[in-house]
């Protein structure tokens, strides 16, 4: 049987750098000349790939999305952490405030 999913962390900044914001990607899409620049404060990105579009979702012109026609960068603090004591933690204790800053940034070459 072979995977259909994908979902891969990508360790991005060692905690000691977080906190100042560090860039975290740079994708070019060759055909149209796009680019997609983002920076986080978080701990690492987590990748998931388009692997369950199968065609039943319309988008913009009426296309349908088909296998691997997405994907998506979620930052994030790292998996597991509440339960690894060498991670950095992630536990929100109640009356605690949360903030954190994601930018992405969109242009053409």
Not at 31 to 42: A, I, K, L, Y
Not at 85 to 101: D, E, K
């Amino acid at each position: 049987m072979l995977a259909t999913a994908v979902a891969h962390f990508q360790s991005i900044a060692p905690e000691r750098t977080v906190s100042r914001g560090v860039r975290l990607n740079e994708l070019h899409e060759s055909s149209g000349g796009r680019v997609m620049e983002g920076w986080t404060r978080e701990a690492g990105l987590q990748f998931r790939a388009g692997n369950f579009l199968n065609g039943s979702v319309t988008g913009k012109d009426g296309k349908s999305y088909q296998r691997h026609f997405g994907f998506c960068l979620e930052t994030q603090h790292y998996p597991d952490s509440p339960n690894k004591p060498a991670f950095p933690s992630n536990v929100l204790r109640r009356g605690q405030c949360y903030q954190t800053i994601t930018i992405y940034r969109f242009s053409t070459c």
